[in-house]
């Protein structure tokens, strides 16, 4: 699914159709190829996926703080995550990332936009120059802030065919977890603008790809893991200066900023 160019692509589908394991299974990939350039390139900085879906304890021995490392709030996408970064100990953008953004709706909610801050929507249009990839999923595809959506690169549709029953506490667990899931790639501006969900299957490229179910893919993440609702808490802080600095009410010389606040 995912290709080495830097770009954004999203997973789309509906509940239980397989996306986050689809991301899971995208996340191991990305470990092994980390790992394979590390060997072949040791002189290069090394590349992070950069999650706020918890991978399997397992997972989490072998790559938190090497090459996983999580976010629980979308503000935490401002910075770079490293401890150790080579750019400095400075605050400075995520770069040389690979992004991993589950049920990225609940963030970036399609009737909130003008609440998604400059340095968010920068993020997605700078991409390639900070050396990143996104890779984010969702449920409905309109639910999605538009200027996300204005920014994909690649849209793929899954869909659990057949399969073994959904987990839960009040029920045994299945004896064997399979499954089949298809995957189809669609044009990002057929999605933006055909709304009839028909015309939108006949348009789509090419033949679907067959994904079958592994378990482990299953025990790579969290499946009990909830992402928090869309809740802005966070009021950001804005100065702004009259472009005469001896002007008596917001010179600098003079006077005081106007001070705006608006919600994160």
């Given at each position: 699914?995912?290709?080495?160019?830097?770009?954004?692509?999203?997973?789309?589908?509906?509940?239980g159709s397989?996306?986050?394991?689809?991301?899971?299974?995208?996340a191991?990939?990305?470990?092994?190829?980390?790992?394979?350039?590390?060997k072949?390139?040791?002189?290069?900085?090394?590349?992070?996926?950069?999650?706020?879906?918890?991978?399997?304890?397992?997972?989490e021995?072998?790559?938190?703080?090497?090459h996983?490392?999580?976010?629980?709030?979308?503000?935490?996408?401002?910075?770079c995550p490293?401890?150790?970064?080579?750019?400095?100990n400075?605050?400075?953008?995520?770069?040389?990332?690979?992004?991993?953004?589950?049920?990225?709706?609940?963030?970036?909610?399609?009737?909130?936009?003008?609440?998604?801050p400059a340095?968010?929507?920068q993020m997605?249009?700078?991409?390639?120059?900070r050396?990143?990839?996104?890779?984010?999923?969702?449920?409905?595809?309109?639910?999605i802030?538009?200027?996300?959506?204005?920014?994909?690169?690649?849209?793929?549709?899954?869909?659990?065919?057949?399969?073994?029953?959904d987990?839960?506490?009040?029920?045994?667990?299945?004896?064997?977890?399979?499954?089949?899931?298809?995957?189809?790639?669609?044009?990002p501006?057929?999605l933006?603008?055909?709304?009839?969900?028909?015309?939108?299957?006949?348009?789509?490229?090419?033949?679907?790809?067959f994904?079958?179910?592994?378990k482990?893919?299953v025990?790579?993440?969290?499946?009990?893991?909830?992402?928090p609702?869309?809740?802005p808490?966070?009021?950001?802080?804005?100065?702004y200066?009259?472009?005469?600095p001896?002007?008596p009410?917001?010179?600098?010389?003079t006077?005081?900023?106007?001070?705006?606040h608006?919600k994160?």
């Amino acid at each position: 699914m995912l290709r080495k160019k830097l770009a954004i692509y999203l997973i789309y589908g509906k509940k239980g159709s397989g996306k986050s394991l689809c991301q899971a299974r995208e996340a191991l990939k990305l470990f092994k190829q980390y790992k394979k350039a590390e060997k072949r390139y040791p002189e290069l900085p090394k590349r992070i996926y950069y999650s706020n879906m918890k991978m399997s304890e397992e997972i989490e021995k072998q790559e938190y703080g090497k090459h996983l490392y999580y976010w629980n709030n979308a503000e935490q996408l401002k910075n770079c995550p490293r401890t150790d970064c080579w750019k400095g100990n400075e605050p400075h953008p995520v770069h040389d990332t690979d992004i991993g953004h589950d049920e990225i709706g609940k963030d970036l909610p399609a009737g909130k936009y003008a609440e998604t801050p400059a340095w968010f929507k920068q993020m997605f249009s700078h991409l390639r120059k900070r050396g990143n990839r996104y890779l984010a999923n969702t449920q409905v595809y309109e639910d999605i802030d538009i200027a996300f959506r204005r920014q994909i690169d690649y849209a793929f549709k899954i869909e659990k065919i057949m399969g073994s029953g959904d987990l839960t506490a009040t029920e045994p667990a299945p004896y064997f977890i399979w499954g089949i899931i298809t995957i189809r790639e669609f044009d990002p501006v057929l999605l933006e603008w055909e709304r009839d969900p028909d015309k939108r299957e006949i348009k789509g490229k090419g033949l679907p790809d067959f994904l079958f179910i592994q378990k482990k893919f299953v025990e790579a993440y969290n499946t009990a893991d909830e992402i928090p609702p869309y809740k802005p808490n966070t009021l950001e802080h804005m100065e702004y200066w009259c472009e005469n600095p001896n002007c008596p009410i917001h010179g600098k010389n003079t006077g005081k900023p106007k001070i705006e606040h608006r919600k994160i």
